[in-house]
């Protein structure tokens, strides 16, 4: 049976990436949920895992690179009952968006992030991006990357983001499920996902993610955040699994004057009283 959020074309990916698999869990987590297609919208920046919303059925907009979270707050905030999720890459999100990455989680909007993390820029051929590991052999780092690779989770965590979260691909219903919570999670919701660049990324294959990653059990407190930041800081293995939550964050767009007496009515729906407009004016005369 065809999915409703399917979109049926060619996809300009390579056989066997880590994106694929992405699309899949996706799709499923956005069935089970039953959203409504016309209250969700999907928004990218550039790379191939930004491709993602043209390859499914759904309402997008697709930005500059890096800019994806911008217009996703700005769409929550012109209509705060939309469904708004962001699919980016690492390079994207974390490099020239990393400016955007951090004050969006300052502000908190009801937003879920899905970052495609490979480690690696797959659209312009395989360089260095943020999470490469160091030492690791790049077609431009040839010699190896000297710098040391960002930590998404830990910087997230550090700036108290509301929802953070650690999938992969290889873990499908794992990774479904977080998808799934993150998207009901009120506020600023990051779902870093770890997935193969079949082409450009030798080291970090399916299969070393696999090996190099475990699941948190349930006895992690996602509420305890020095937990969660001592767990972010782990690696090989890697936890996968959600680190932190906190639920008790305003709302950046609850904050805003238009909806602060609850009144969720979007923009667009909204008139403009003339007589109101009119006393302001002559009250500055």
């Not at 059925?57 to 209509?79: E, Q, S, T």
């Not at 499920?177 to 030798?202: E, M, P, W, Y």
């Not at 639920?247 to 609850?262: Q, S, T």
Request: glycine share 8%.
């Amino acid at each position: 049976m065809d999915s409703t959020f399917e979109y049926k074309t060619d996809i300009a990916w390579c056989q066997g990436c880590g994106n694929f698999g992405l699309r899949k869990i996706v799709i499923n987590a956005l069935e089970e949920l039953e959203i409504e297609k016309e209250k969700l919208v999907f928004v990218s920046g550039i790379g191939q895992a930004a491709k993602s919303p043209q390859y499914l059925d759904v309402n997008y907009f697709n930005g500059l690179h890096g800019r994806a979270l911008p217009p996703a707050a700005g769409i929550k905030a012109a209509n705060p009952n939309l469904i708004v999720v962001v699919e980016s890459g690492d390079g994207d999100m974390y490099g020239e968006g990393g400016n955007h990455f951090i004050h969006a989680i300052r502000r908190n909007p009801d937003i879920t992030v899905i970052v495609h993390n490979n480690m690696v820029y797959g659209l312009t051929k395989g360089q260095a991006s943020p999470t490469t590991p160091k030492g690791m052999k790049t077609p431009v780092q040839t010699s190896g990357v000297f710098e040391e690779p960002i930590n998404p989770l830990a910087m997230a965590i550090s700036l108290d983001a509301s929802f953070v979260a650690r999938g992969s691909v290889g873990e499908f219903k794992l990774t479904k499920d977080i998808i799934k919570k993150a998207i009901t999670h009120r506020g600023f919701s990051l779902v870093d996902v770890f997935q193969a660049c079949v082409t450009f990324n030798k080291i970090n294959t399916h299969a070393w993610f696999k090996k190099n990653t475990y699941s948190l059990d349930d006895s992690h407190d996602p509420t305890d955040r020095n937990k969660a930041f001592e767990l972010s800081l782990q690696s090989s293995p890697w936890p996968l699994g959600i680190f932190y939550k906190n639920e008790h964050k305003p709302i950046f767009e609850e904050e805003l004057a238009v909806y602060r007496n609850g009144d969720k009515t979007p923009l667009y729906k909204r008139t403009r009283d003339p007589k109101i407009i009119d006393s302001l004016l002559q009250q500055k005369i």
